[in-house]
C-alpha cells in the first residue's frame, strides 16, 4: 500500500508561483511514476505532469515552461515548481503514483490563481 499526501496549494495571484510537493508513504520499495492531474469546478481530471523513477517527464501542452516537476527517489516525494500561473490553472491538484500496475491518488490540494 502506499499513500500520498500534498501539500503546497493556496492562493496566488496570476503570474504568480506555487510549489506543491507530495511525499509517499508506505511499505512499497519503489515507486515506478509519480505525477500530478487536476480537475478545475465542472471539468474532468487532467493529466498535468508526470515523471517517472529513471527521470524522464512529460506535461501537458499548457504548462509546458512554466511547470517543472521533481522527484527525489530516495524520498518517495515529488513536487511540481508552477510559475507564472494563470486564472485557469485553478483546479484542485492530485498527486498519483504508479507503482507494480496500481495506481495510488493523494486526497489533493487546492490552488487557486486570481486574475
Known amino acids: 500500500q502506499v499513500q500520498l499526501v500534498e501539500s503546497g496549494g493556496g492562493l496566488v495571484q496570476a503570474g504568480g508561483s506555487l510549489n506543491l510537493s507530495c511525499v509517499a508513504s508506505g511499505s512499497i520499495l519503489t515507486i515506478n511514476a509519480m505525477g500530478w492531474y487536476r480537475q478545475a469546478p465542472g471539468k474532468q481530471r487532467e493529466f498535468v505532469a508526470a515523471i517517472t523513477s529513471g527521470g524522464s517527464t512529460n506535461y501537458l501542452d499548457s504548462v509546458k515552461g512554466r511547470f517543472t516537476i521533481s522527484a527525489d527517489n530516495a524520498k518517495k516525494t515529488v513536487t511540481l515548481q508552477m510559475d507564472k500561473l494563470k486564472p485557469e490553472d485553478t483546479a484542485v491538484y492530485y498527486c498519483?503514483?504508479?507503482?507494480?500496475?496500481?495506481?495510488?491518488w493523494g486526497e489533493g490540494t487546492l490552488v487557486t490563481v486570481s486574475s
Open positions: 498519483h503514483g504508479f507503482a507494480y500496475g496500481i495506481h495510488y
